[in-house]
């Protein structure tokens, strides 16, 4: 199928993104939010080729581009608004852009660096025109866009080479100026929130927030959208990929006055219990839970079912725990719906308010009271 010409992005309005900041929060105040679910997983659903990647503008492109799933946000924007408006349908609040590896350094890849701007600002299109069709279809709902921001391929706090320790094959100004190009694309489409994710390395992440908050500096301060943080736990050890527990990674990011900050991938809901609970009680944010449909199995798929998921999640909300709960990888509409259902009515979690105290981290949390 030919690609569909996105529609020409528009600088956001200094008024009406005020306007869409304020509907969010008095969102989350009010209720549970619920986010949408994997991407990854839905777009293999659809069995694409090479020729679906390449559509017709990309046809003599001199890399392989199968894979490049931000692409298809040019290339197949049918199948890309499509699952947006299906997760509208299953219920979400939010969607997030299909902008996960959009920056020129994970775009290197496919020798895609040059359209990191076009990919961020016709994502945003995509999940825009699925969140105004959602809403013109419920009158009196609204729907929300949040541009998703990924860790990178390359991490800033280790290296990449065992025989080198201190080799990077990425500097903390390539990491930088990378996010600020994707920042102010999604800006410039006009999203509602920016949510930096599935962050395994604090080091990448503090330089997307460095970025994010330069750019705010740089557009002026009328430019500002809510900031949401998302952390990867690897695995049972309940730290990071570079070694921080929930808590000192907590302390690593609360400068940034984030509106939220929580917990996504790399594990199902179950695993996370004990991070989720613990990140509820020291955040004075609002706290967001986005697990995978469990633990991938030996074929890469995922089995943990709508119900099972929701249980888990509800569980969460029911504890106080949760102010926005959704899916990651495997997670389907069908897995949205039922949380959606799960959560429906249940108080969102109360901010709570800490004593003021010193707090500082490093693998570790240092609080000095």
């Known amino acids: 199928m030919s690609a569909i010409t996105p529609a020409s992005p528009q600088p956001s309005d200094s008024a009406a993104t005020a306007a869409r900041a304020d509907a969010l929060r008095r969102l989350f105040a009010a209720k549970i939010v619920v986010l949408d679910g994997a991407m990854g997983s839905m777009i293999q659903t659809f069995k694409l080729e ?12 001199a890399h392989d581009l199968k894979g490049n799933n931000d692409l298809l946000s040019i290339t197949r924007p049918d199948v890309i608004e499509g699952i ?24 290197a890849d496919y020798r895609c660096e040059a359209l990191v ?30 541009g998703a921001i990924g860790p990178l391929n390359r991490t800033l706090s280790m290296s990449p080479d065992v025989n080198r320790p201190d080799y990077r094959a990425v500097t903390w100004d390539q990491v930088v100026a990378a996010y600020s190009e994707q920042i102010n694309a999604l800006l410039d489409g006009g999203v509602d929130a920016l949510l930096v994710e599935t962050i ?26 809510p900031v949401m943080i998302s952390v990867t736990i690897t695995d049972a050890s309940g730290r990071t990929l570079s070694g921080q527990t929930i808590s000192a990674f ?22 996370m219990r004990p991070y989720v609970e613990e990140l509820a009680r020291i955040a004075e944010c609002y706290t967001t839970c ?79 009271a």
């Not at 090479?50 to 492109?61: K, L, S």
């Not at 947006?84 to 775009?107: C, K, L, Q, W």
């Not at 069709?133 to 609204?142: F, I, K, L, V, W």
């Not at 900050?261 to 790399?266: D, R």
């Open 50 to 61: 090479e020729a679906d990647f390449r559509g017709t503008r990309f046809q003599d492109h």
């Open 84 to 107: 947006h408006r299906d997760y509208f349908s299953a219920g979400s609040d939010m969607v997030e852009t299909n902008t996960f590896s959009s920056t020129s350094i994970a775009m």
């Open 117 to 146: 701007r076009e990919i961020n600002l016709a994502a945003v299109a995509c999940a825009r025109r699925a969140a105004l069709a959602t809403e013109h279809a419920t009158p009196g709902r609204r729907c929300f866009v949040a």
């Open 200 to 225: 395994f390395d604090t080091l990448n992440s503090k330089a997307a927030l460095f970025a994010i908050e330069s750019v705010f500096e740089q557009r002026g301060e009328s430019s500002r959208v």
């Open 250 to 271: 907590y302390h690593s990011v609360a400068h940034a006055r984030p509106f939220s900050v929580g917990i996504n991938c790399a594990l199902g809901g179950a695993a």
């Open 290 to 368: 986005y697990p995978n449909a469990g633990l991938p199995n030996a074929f890469g798929g995922y089995d943990e079912t709508p119900a099972e998921m929701a249980a888990v999640l509800g569980e969460f909300a029911a504890n106080g725990w949760v102010n926005l709960v959704g899916g990651c990888c495997g997670s389907t509409p069908a897995h949205i719906a039922a949380i959606a259902q799960t959560v429906r009515g249940r108080k969102p979690r109360t901010l709570p308010k800490a004593k003021p105290a010193l707090r500082l981290s490093g693998l570790e949390p240092l609080v000095v």
